[in-house]
């Protein structure tokens, strides 16, 4: 079984930067493939960004592009997503996934608002 906790979520505004955290639990962390994905309301969840279980390879969403960067740190069994030049549509609870074998993991999320 794999937990998961976000964390960093708040209220800025549009422009402005967030950072986000998960923090896993697992002795295995550095086997995780992980992801960011954010569900706003009344639409569907959508993919934000993902990285490898080895931190070698990254994916964003065309939307994120060039504004959010996912890392990760093995030593903090933890994934971040820094968020720069936030705007409104942004707006959403941002869900971190770990994919471990074939087991998807879900956490419960953190709400972002951006105001205009």
């Known amino acids: 079984q794999v937990q998961l906790v976000e964390s960093g979520g708040g209220l800025v505004q549009a422009g402005g930067s967030l950072r986000l955290s998960c923090a896993a639990s697992?002795?295995?962390?550095?086997?995780?493939?992980m992801g960011w994905f954010r569900q706003a309301p009344g639409k569907e969840r959508e993919f934000v960004a993902s990285?490898?279980?080895?931190?070698?390879?990254?994916t964003y969403a065309d939307s994120v592009k060039g504004r959010f960067t996912i890392s990760r740190d093995h030593a903090k069994n933890a994934v971040y997503l820094q968020m720069n030049s936030l705007k409104s549509e942004d707006t959403a609870v941002y869900l971190c996934?770990?994919?471990?074998?074939?087991?998807?993991?879900w956490g419960q999320g953190t709400q972002v608002t951006v105001s205009s």
């Open positions: 697992g002795r295995t962390f550095s086997t995780y493939d």
């Open positions: 990285i490898t279980w080895s931190g070698d390879s990254t």
């Open positions: 996934k770990a994919k471990v074998r074939w087991v998807i993991y």
